[in-house]
């Protein structure tokens, strides 16, 4: 009935999510309130770490993309499932470090890594960089140098395939700002050059082919184009690649019409591809990576809001606007992304009626969901809207000087708190009255 395994409707007749009655967790710690089951993301986690071990003889390890959910708690419960963490700035790889992830399974992403980035990721050991361009590769060998370090390196390439299109396709994704071409021949030679720097080692080479994605095909092929890399690599400059790594995308329900596949066929298809590849090209098999963010936490993820104002203006549009909006949930702002939504109050009322759920920030755009078909809904109702997991407290903002909403993990009838809701003194934490102005 929902898009969320993790929902059901208790003997209440109220929304529940981890064992808690949504409309008592809105009672207790306000609204807006994000809510993450931790056991669905455990769950997740563990699809992932079974089909590594099942598909690959666990030669390869499976990272969570914090960018998707980054806090201490989520590092700590990807920590205790055997993954490793995908980071893409210093705040989230201080968020792990504070949160005591180990540092040998944490692969540090970007294409614009400041020097302080590249400094603390050296400085912390961690397993790898997945460097993106030449500065770049010249700035880890140079402070590598500096530190009497040998840097464990591998390359973003762009394999060519976009599969953000329903019919993916193969060209012109060399009009990115991730990575280097292999269709130009950058890759390959930044490949070549790395080898000849001291500094650095370089371990693999890595794509990431988009987000959202509901195919096999795309990946299989992205396995396909990356494992004639690495046999060029070898057969041209001998050089031998330990580590592929295939990035995230893997799609997610987030309204009834998608259908995601289930997320261990990815590296079930992908495995598949990769043995019986490098067996023809005469390659050894490759420690695999993958890295999914919003597959591991989406669905886990539930925002509460309260209903206040209702508009009907006839015949044009039915507004009904929540005490939160684009700062919690920019994604219906940035992507137009949809969603689903219920009453938590009274989740099996009839949908009879259309209308747009609204943000209560100063902007036209601030919209969470656009005509969708709801029961009746009025003033104090506490509104779900569902699978809000991923991107959404990792993407939330301040605007308006709207306090970002705290997070609470649910499991089997509890709740903790892994955020605390921020308050006016944290919105004006930075601020400073000059005593002269
Ligand atoms: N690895 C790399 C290198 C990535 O760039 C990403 C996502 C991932 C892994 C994880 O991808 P996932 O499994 O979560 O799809 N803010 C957008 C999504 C941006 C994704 C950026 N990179 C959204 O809200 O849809």
Redesign the pocket.
Known sequence: MFVSEALKINSQGHLEIGGCDCVELAKEYGTPLYVMDEGLIRKNCRTYKNAMDNYYNGNGLVLF?S??FCTMAICRIAQQEGLGL?V?SGGELYTAIKAGFPMDRVYF?GNNKTLDEINMGIDNNIRRF?VDNREELDRINDIAAQKGKVVNISF?IKPGIDAHTHDFIQTGQIDSK?GVALENGEAFEIVKYAASLKNVKVIGV?C?IG??IFDLAPFELAAKVMIEFISKLKNELGIEIDELNL????GIKYINEHDPIEYDHYIESVSKVVKSLCEDRKIKLPFIVM?????IVASAGITLYTIGAVKDIKNVRKYVSVDGGMTDNP?YA??Q?PYDAVIANRPDAVRCDTVTIAGKCCESGDLLIKDITMPEMKSGDILAVLATG??NYS?SSNYNRIPRPPVILVKDGTARVIVKRETYEDIIRNDIMPEDL
Do not use: I
């Open positions: 993309a960018k998707a995908d893409v992403h997945v973003r991730f890595h990431h987000s959202q990035g995230g995308g893997f890295e999914p963010g919003r597959s994604r940035l992507y992304s991923a991107y993407m």
